[in-house]
């Protein structure tokens, strides 16, 4: 089916600022819910730890860690499964919306285990942890931002969702190492993998790079969300209140 280049460049600019959007709410989110944990939380059982510019991280997440990445990682894949949208043949909209059904669904369920989970320590309690992470994904922002708007000035709007997607995958690899044990090395590999893919087929055919990108990057996101739920202690254990594994060692 020929491109409607037109409708791709009206669309792919709101569809980004959108993205760009939900990536500050995401931030102002995770900081929010990451650090509401009190310092004074203690670990029940003993864990292995990993070092982070002094800090001693458990490579165990607990359930709201857990939880709250499953959240973050169902929502946006609504967004891909909603951007794959943009300039997707007629058959192929049923199955993204029952992504973006599915994406939304498994991030309802990882709020609930976050929920259920509070009073569990997390990584952003530590200045360290939370320093890290504002560095990495202010860069990704400004990588994101700045590859738009010069894809957009150069009458390329096409191929912004191939951009984002390469950005997302790569910045998961420095946040893998503050955040470790949630399966984000993997889900960079991916998502590197989906943009790759998302650029070869928009070069090689009509295919707009989007209708690659979107439903890639939205099953990447399912999956990692939802094997970073099965993992949960609680969901092992059968219950959502698990062992809390421990953040610090003094």
Known sequence: MPVDNHREHR?????????????????SVLGMALTSVGRSAESSIPGECVPL??????????????GIVALIEGFFAFMWFGWGQAQAPSWL?????????LGAFVGVVGGVVAVRATGQRTPMA??????????????????IAAGAFILGAAGAATWIPVWVCA????????????????????????????????????????????????????????????????????????????????????
């Open 11 to 27: 669309l792919t600019p709101l569809l980004n600022h959108r993205y760009l959007a939900t990536l500050l709410w995401r931030d």
């Open 53 to 66: 510019d002094g800090v001693i991280v458990a490579s165990t997440p607990n359930d709201r860690s857990r």
């Open 93 to 101: 909209t049923v199955p993204l919306l029952v992504g973006s059904a």
């Open 126 to 143: 530590e200045r360290e942890v939370r320093a890290r992470y504002n560095v990495i994904v202010g860069v990704e922002f400004l990588l």
């Open 167 to 250: 950005v997302v995958g790569l910045h998961f690899l420095p946040l893998a190492r503050v955040f470790p044990g949630l399966l984000l090395v993997p889900l960079a590999v991916a998502l590197v993998v989906v943009a790759l893919v998302a650029l070869a087929v928009g070069l090689a055919t009509t295919t707009s790079p989007s209708t690659v990108a979107g439903p890639g990057a939205g099953v990447c996101l399912v999956v990692a969300a939802v094997a970073t739920l099965v993992t949960a202690s609680g969901y092992r254990n059968g219950t959502a209140t698990g062992p809390v594994p421990p953040l610090t060692a003094s």
